[in-house]
């Protein structure tokens, strides 16, 4: 019945059932798909109805979800529901930076005035990541630190940082460098990043 529904139906249907722990983790940026069958399940919506919703959301971006047999995604990653799909965009482009410096936007731009005003080492980190495309694990988690949204509010607790890169090295936005065996060291290639000039006509058609 659920994949009949439109989304307003399912939103309006669940807003009507749903108990204050249901409301409390959709209100999250993502949560486990466990976590929403031991909540749903309590409101009389099965494993296989709460699902077969996740697959209807999933496939009009309301949500996304994963689920398992999702060919080169972690186990933690198809366990996952991500409830706010903008919490990926802004995971995602604090980690692709633009890099021209003229197509930077104001917030990035805040943010780059906030590193150098931060500390040395993120200084040198943000250079080496607009030379090279190298971005360190110490950066990027800083950055994630430093963002704020619109009511000047931390986007993302720490504790989400480890599902966070999970999710941008499953989807191949990040490379892990050889390096380190300290995971909390771990050095990325940003592939989006790379330069896409095209070659001179010499080394097209040689002489």
Not at 1 to 28: F, N, P, R, V, W
Not at 170 to 180: A, E
Request: charge should be negative.
């Amino acid at each position: 019945i659920i994949k009949h529904l439109d989304a307003a139906a399912i939103i309006k249907h669940l807003d009507a059932k749903a108990s204050e722990g249901l409301c409390t983790l959709c209100s999250q940026p993502f949560v486990q798909t466990t976590d929403l069958e031991r909540e749903a399940v309590l409101i009389g919506i099965d494993k296989e109805d709460l699902h077969s919703a996740l697959r209807f959301l999933h496939s009009i971006w309301s949500v996304l979800h994963y689920g398992l047999g999702t060919q080169n995604l972690s186990q933690k990653v198809q366990e996952t529901v991500f409830m706010q799909p903008q919490f990926i965009i802004d995971t995602i482009k604090y980690a692709i930076w633009e890099v021209r410096a003229e197509d930077v936007n104001d917030e990035l731009r805040t943010l780059e005035t906030q590193i150098h005003n931060k500390s040395r080492s993120m200084q040198m980190d943000l250079k080496l990541h607009f030379e090279s495309v190298e971005l360190t694990r110490s950066l990027l988690t800083g950055v994630w630190d430093l963002a704020k949204g619109l009511d000047e509010k931390p986007k993302f607790k720490r504790q989400n940082n480890t599902p966070m890169l999970d999710l941008l090295k499953r989807f191949m936005l990040l490379r892990v460098l050889v390096g380190p065996c300290d995971v909390k060291l771990e050095p990325y290639v940003v592939p989006a990043m790379l330069p896409t000039q095209v070659l001179l006509p010499e080394y097209i058609t040689p002489e």
